[in-house]
């Protein structure tokens, strides 16, 4: 897929972390980069702007979603089923959303990318909502790519990445953190934003990319 001076791509989640550095490199690219999210006044839980978001657009070439970083943690017995629910709102049904309305406008050779996580498919006892919610986005692409085709449909897991989703933590934790990535991964580092933005430029490029889930993740899943 070549981009053109008339690519139109649409990066939901596009202002910060991942999609921040994916939209930025789009933009060194021929044509037109969007990106939307709550700062841009959409959001995602809120699925007929969602629709509206994307008729007002009209055709597109790629969409990309990398909204929604938060999720609670913890064991079932304290889960809070109120904020387990946002979180899929947000990142499970408002993925979903965005490939409803965006679908009848994507123009042929077009793309959509989700974003998953590594969560997904390691089993780290106290993450089941992200593991949860990663996992559906990835079992539902696969359907998608089927039933979208010839549209592609993508998923992105990325592993522990050194964004804005950690600007909560205390300094000191977030870097004992990501050094004990670093120390601990096979590719003995963390990841960087910029890491996994070149795996969505990857399954957007290659014409024989569908259906797939592709792992940036420094090893996490084969350690
Ligand atoms: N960072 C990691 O270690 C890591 C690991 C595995 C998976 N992931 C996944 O990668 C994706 C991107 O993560 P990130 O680290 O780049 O997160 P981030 O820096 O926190 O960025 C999240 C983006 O989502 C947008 N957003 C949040 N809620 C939204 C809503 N309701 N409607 C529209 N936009 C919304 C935010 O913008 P506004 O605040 O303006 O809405 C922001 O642009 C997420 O799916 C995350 O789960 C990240």
Redesign the pocket.
């Known amino acids: 897929m070549k981009f053109g001076e008339g690519t139109i791509s649409v990066v939901?989640?596009?202002?910060?972390?991942?999609?921040?550095a994916l939209a930025l490199s789009l933009e060194t690219r021929p044509g037109r980069v969007i990106v939307?999210?709550?700062?841009?006044g959409?959001?995602?839980?809120d699925i007929a702007s969602v629709e509206r978001f994307f008729t007002d657009i009209g055709l597109v070439d790629h969409v990309i979603f990398?909204?929604?970083?938060?999720?609670p943690g913890g064991p079932l017995v304290n889960l809070d089923f109120d904020t387990a629910k946002t979180a899929f709102d947000?990142?499970f049904w408002?993925a979903l959303a965005v490939a409803k309305a965006a679908a009848p406008h994507i123009k042929p050779g077009g793309t959509i990318t989700f974003?998953?996580?590594?969560?997904a498919r390691k089993t780290v006892p106290g993450t089941l909502i992200?593991t949860a919610m990663?996992a559906a986005i990835e079992a539902v692409a696969k359907i998608l790519a089927v039933e979208l085709a010839p549209v592609r449909v993508n998923v992105i897991?990325?592993?522990?990445?050194?964004?804005?989703?950690?600007q909560g933590m205390e300094p000191v934790a977030r870097k004992s953190m990501l050094d004990q990535a670093a120390a601990t991964l096979p590719a003995r580092r963390f990841?960087r934003?910029e890491d996994?933005a070149q795996g969505f430029l990857f399954v957007i490029e290659n014409p024989f990319v569908t259906g797939a889930t592709i792992d940036i993740d420094g090893g996490a899943l084969v350690r």
């Open positions: 939901i989640g596009g202002s910060s972390g991942i999609g921040r939307a999210s709550r700062s841009s959409l959001d995602v839980g990398t909204a929604g970083s938060s999720a947000v990142k408002g974003t998953s996580g590594f969560l992200k990663n897991s990325p592993g522990l990445t050194d964004t804005e989703a950690y990841g934003a996994i």
